[in-house]
């Protein structure tokens, strides 16, 4: 439990957009689970549990992701297996973009991480892709590629060529998958660092509100014909979620979104009116991830393909 | 970062296989990848179309000075493959070994290995790079990767 509070007027912007209120804004006070996801290029979760049994560190596996755990044991970090990259620890909601699109990348050659640093789902996207392929990794911030490039080498991944550009000028095309896992105002990590409050405010929700709508063009731009993009944020501003798949709508009618469907883990319904704007009802093909629903992040996922 | 076309492939993959008994097959999917200060690594087949962006490519694999020097990197991600010139540690050594300490072993951790660089084994872990002479080990784990491990 911590000793902030949520200010007044987070309170007062999304006390209407949860079904739930109290219990989200109570989810919001309370610790977030440890959990890690086994990276497949070097281990697989029965050698990693088997391990961990050895060690007296207990796990609990994911109903919805086999490869993802939670633990009560902080000492993971300090394991041989996370010393030599077996396992690593990833938030769970960190883990949907890829989930959503395992199938598609098990078959894809040929994939861009718009906005990859660290790295969380780039090694993952790579795990899926069986280290073959090519997993194009980019990233504006050349200070936060150092952390992509250790994640990359730490996990053993093969397929990926880095690239450091602002996504608005990148050219390359043709991708069969694009991930972009917008910069935000990261509302939905609090419960991990209330840090991100200190920066919140409506001036900050308004640039990333533009910043992604110019951004998720520039990505569905780069997706071959039949191809899937995701889009995500962990943030709950639908200035942020829903607004900015609504420009996309608006902008380019070959973009159709694609219903967003874990098994096992409960998604909440977008919202299709926010502050007097009305977004398209294929919106309602997106999802809201709730902290009080799977004890996790607050996250926001779309999928999306381009039909021409 | 351009694949060097003067890089000889084979050169490396008979080493891999002569050092390490590593098949080529391993390797179907990458290239190699060479830069001017002697680096090589292993990398997707496909690159962009602009190289001028990129920053890096695949995995360090190989230092190539006098000699091909494999990187820690590859050898985790191959270990599992390495039939030869493997030195199994006991959990004292091994602990010596990620701390970043050179190693001085009993000729019985030694049979069927050869001077030269050697994969560190420890239970079913690869740890990383070692190149032997006579019985000692010179710690070839970077810096960066050395660790305090306390669950084994």
């Known amino acids: ?308 | 970062m351009n694949e060097d076309l003067t890089f000889d492939r084979n050169a490396v993959l008979s080493y891999l296989l002569d050092r390490f008994g590593l098949p080529s097959s391993l390797f179907d999917d990458y290239n190699f990848y060479a830069t001017e200060k002697g680096k090589v690594f292993l990398g997707p087949r496909r690159s962009i179309s602009r190289p001028d962006k990129i920053v890096s490519i695949g995995l360090l694999c190989f230092r190539m000075d006098n000699a091909i020097k494999p990187t820690t990197n590859l050898l985790q991600i191959v270990g599992n493959h390495i039939t030869k010139n493997r030195v199994e540690l006991d959990q004292k050594n091994a602990e010596k070994y990620l701390l970043g300490n050179d190693l001085i072993l009993d000729k019985s951790f030694l049979s069927n290995v050869s001077d030269g660089y050697v994969l560190m084994v420890y239970k079913d872990h690869s740890l990383g790079c070692g190149l032997l002479r006579g019985t000692v080990i010179k710690n070839q784990l970077p810096k960066a990767k050395r660790l305090d491990v306390k669950y084994w």
Not at chain 1, 159 to 180: A, G, S
Request: aromatic content about 10%.
């Open chain 1, 1 to 308: 439990m911590s000793s902030r509070s949520l200010p007044n007027s987070f309170i007062e912007r999304y006390r209407d957009l949860p079904d739930d209120p109290e219990a989200f804004f109570s989810s919001l006070m309370t610790l977030l689970p440890k959990t890690f996801r086994v990276n497949t290029i070097k281990a697989n979760r029965d050698f990693v549990v088997s391990k961990f049994g050895e060690y007296g560190i207990s796990c609990e596996p994911a109903s919805w992701y086999c490869d993802a755990f939670t633990t009560k044991n902080l000492n993971v970090g300090a394991t041989l297996e996370h010393f030599l990259g077996q396992i690593y620890i990833q938030e769970f909601t960190s883990m949907l973009p890829p989930l959503l699109i395992r199938d598609e990348l098990s078959s894809s050659s040929f994939v861009f991480d718009c906005c990859a640093a660290p790295g969380s789902k780039t090694t993952q996207m790579a795990a899926l892709m069986s280290n073959k392929g090519t997993l194009v990794a980019n990233d504006v911030d050349y200070d936060r590629i150092r952390a992509l490039r250790f994640n990359l080498e730490k996990t053993g991944v093969l397929n990926t060529v880095i690239t450091n550009q602002d996504l608005r000028h990148v050219t390359e095309k043709n991708f069969e998958i694009v991930l972009l896992d917008a910069p935000c105002s990261a509302e939905g990590t609090m419960r991990k660092s209330y840090g991100v409050l200190d920066i919140w405010g409506e001036k900050l929700i308004k640039y990333h509100s533009g910043l992604s709508k110019q951004l998720i063009l520039k990505a569905f731009d780069a997706l071959a014909p039949g191809g899937t993009m995701v889009y995500s944020t962990c943030t709950f501003a639908p200035d942020e979620n829903e607004a900015v798949l609504d420009h996309l709508i608006s902008n380019r009618a070959s973009a159709k979104l694609l219903p967003v469907t874990i098994d096992g883990f409960k998604l909440g319904k977008p919202t299709l009116d926010w502050h007097g704007q009305q977004f398209s009802s294929e919106i309602r093909s997106a999802a809201r991830v709730w902290p009080h629903d799977n004890d996790t992040d607050g996250f926001f996922l779309a999928k999306v393909t381009r039909n021409e």
